[in-house]
């Protein structure tokens, strides 16, 4: 009996703790769920709330953005990302695509004057590197879609680091921005030469006319013929990026340390010495001020240009000449020259109407070898001995009788004698227009060119060949001698360079212009488009094309 309810008991014990057990288990099941239910739900919160945060942070940035935007842009609202192609093209004004216009014109940003945009580099390499940024105009709306075409000056501004063949995609950020008028800029020259330029003035207008924004720190390039010069920004006012559109601008050149010109002065009568190598020049420029020129023109001197070359090497020089605003004459584009083998003395006659009072330049060829040399620039007196000249008057006609052998007219009392010495010591050349009377000893000397039947001595003929008759291609395409040349490239040209008769820059001549009446003017391509600018009449106000600004004096004001 006791063993029975003692089996009882154990088993209701049994049951009772595995109720409790059973009850314990699933409240603490209950409970980690409940807990797991917090967490997901807290969890759920927080990442509701991440993204209401978000978002909000999303729609302030982009507010600030839109409001940056139209902040630069003047209350435009224009933003892409477009693929960069480069084209040679002067300046820094862009080419965009037809959509472009589109959405421009949508916003009247016509209507607000001349666009600008500010170009960012899109750089997914290094994201830490500070972006290149430039500033640029716009030439016309004619791009592919989804790309902008860059002139050379803004492309190197942006990749500075990569050509045009680079194998990545160069993508650009493209923004519509609003720029103050610029009032003040300070410029500094990359290397020597720049000063010597005639007309700073008319150069820098000439460059900028092509550009519509500065930048503080960007190179421009200045061309002065053939020759180009870089030019720094140091500094704008009002603002580190300026619009040069329609705008008047102080600009101040800052000089270099050092050395600031490639043309060495060269004073009227002074020696100066300098060494030249083969193939390269080395210029002087001197002055021919109204009183040489009053001597000049006196006709009882000319200008003579000397150079006494140094015997002790085996080099030679030519030497060129010409006047400003050609600042850097070369073999095909000058005004007088001298080729003679060793030293030189070119005469400038006082009867040459090229020769004025002004600036000139002095080229130094290096035609073979390193030569070292002494140069000057001097007033020749032209000694007429008239006392020579009468006494030879002095002399009846009828007592001169010719020379078999020189054809000289001598004294009839002299002429046995004068022609016995004269058949052995000398001998008269038989080319045709010649008839130099030479020394014996000369005569085996003396040549001519068979080409143009000029007369040197044996050992100039070689130089004389390379230098007249080798033939050289012109820019253009033209192949010519160098007399040819030199007549082709003054006149015929059109990459010929000109002084322009409305901007004064030295700048490429072109073609016949289109129009007949400027080809009646006597203007060429470069100043019938130049001539196309206007400008406020001084007298009326009127705006009048240059070219046409004569014509209106007289028509409107009867002025001559």
Partial sequence: MDFELRVAREKLEREQRERKARAKAKMEKEKRAKAEAARQRDALEAAQRAKR????????EAAQQMEEILLLGNG??????????????????????????EELSGQNALDKGPMYFRLTRVNHQAMTEKPSIAYSGVLEFTASEGTVQLPTHVWQNLFPDRSSEGVDVPLVELRYVSLPKGTYAKLKPEGAGFHDLPNHKAVLETELRLHA?????????????????????????????????????????????????VLVPLEMGKIVGGAVEEGKFKYYKFVVDGTVSEVIRSEFADLEVKLQADDSGNGDTDIYVSRHPLIFPTQHRHEWSSHETGSKNLLIKHKDPNLVPGNYTIGVYGFKGVSKYQ?????KDRNVNVQKVGEGEKVNSEDLVECGNCKRHVARRTIVVHEAYCVRHNVVCQYEGCGVVLRREESENHAHCVK??????????????????EPTACLCGIVLEKEEMVQHQTAECPLRLIVCRFCGDMAQAGANPEDPRDRLRGLCEHESQCGSRTAPCDSCGRSVMLKDMDLHNIAVHQKN
């Fill in 53 to 60: 945060l978000d978002a909000e942070r999303a729609q302030l």
């Fill in 375 to 379: 140069i000057s620039v001097h007033v």
């Fill in 452 to 469: 143009c039947g000029r007369a040197f001595q044996k050992g100039e003929m070689e130089k004389h060949m390379k230098v007249f008759h």
């Fill in 213 to 261: 924004t500065l930048s503080e720190g960007e190179t421009i390039r200045v061309s002065y013929g053939e020759t180009q010069y870089g030019l720094r920004v140091l500094e704008l006012k009002p603002a580190s990026t300026v619009s040069v559109i329609e705008t008047d601008i102080d600009v101040d050149v800052e000089a270099l340390e050092g050395e600031n010109h």
């Fill in 76 to 101: 435009i609202s224009f933003m892409r990302i477009l693929e960069a192609v480069p084209f040679k093209g002067q300046g820094d004004k862009i080419k965009l695509p037809p959509s472009s216009f």
